[in-house]
């Protein structure tokens, strides 16, 4: 099965700092990677699919890049609601196995 | 407006059976490309995908916990309903139900709140 590691497992940033999140597979999965939000004591929320579309309703200073093994997450612009695990997803088959995820902090 | 609420237990003992309904609305898991998935979240852990089914009727299940899942479907009710046999501690968790399209392939969209099963004598 393919596994999913991200890093780094937590960071903490400045308002306004440009931050980014690395996803990587184990074994090739296209574009078949999702990012979701987690705030905490919240539902996941579908950020990105396809490894760079934004869900509807998503604010513009979130992006997702990458292809094959190795993906990214950036908020261009971290703002305080913000604050949340992220976690990546692979949906190409299954098991749809998530990472174990990027805790985001403020400064 | 799509929702899915998932409801059973919030206590289990160890060695029980757990069962968990999903009901939803807003979508029927007739249409094709619907398919409706279990994830669960140990308090302060990761998300941790468990199973799946389609609208025809095919289903996944994570190779870990295969022996101990079953999940089906009933359509006449918009229900979806996941069992976990020989439940232990290290099962506690919130257990979210969610909606997934397939071909083409797409992640889940819609999530349940979530229910916290706690495993314990």
């Known amino acids: ?107 | 407006q799509i929702t899915l609420k998932e409801s059973g237990p919030t206590v289990v003992k160890p060695t029980q059976t757990l069962t968990l309904t999903c009901s939803f609305s807003g979508f029927s898991l007739s249409t094709t490309r619907v398919g409706v998935g279990w994830i669960r979240q140990p308090p302060g852990k990761a998300l941790e995908w468990l199973a799946l089914i389609y609208w025809d009727d095919d289903y996944r299940y994570s190779p870990s916990l295969k022996s101990r899942l079953t999940i089906t479907k009933d359509l006449s009710k918009n229900q979806v309903v996941l069992t976990m046999t020989n439940m232990d501690p290290v099962d506690t968790a919130t257990y979210y139900c969610a909606r997934r399209l397939s071909n083409p392939s797409f992640p889940f969209d819609y999530w349940g709140q979530g229910t916290l099963v706690t495993v314990s004598s």
């Open chain 1, 1 to 107: 099965d393919i596994q999913m590691t991200q890093f780094p497992s937590s960071l903490s940033a400045s308002v306004g700092d440009r931050v980014t999140i690395t996803c990587r597979a184990s074994q090739g999965i296209s574009n078949y990677l999702a990012w979701y939000q987690q705030i905490p004591g919240k539902v996941p929320k579908l950020l990105i699919y396809a490894a760079s579309t934004l869900q509807s309703g998503v604010p513009s200073r979130f992006s997702g890049s990458g292809s094959g093994t190795d993906f990214t997450l950036t908020i261009s612009s971290l703002q305080p609601e913000d604050v949340a695990t992220y976690y990546c997803q692979k949906y190409d088959r299954a098991p749809h196995t998530f990472g174990p995820g990027t805790k985001v902090g403020i400064k």
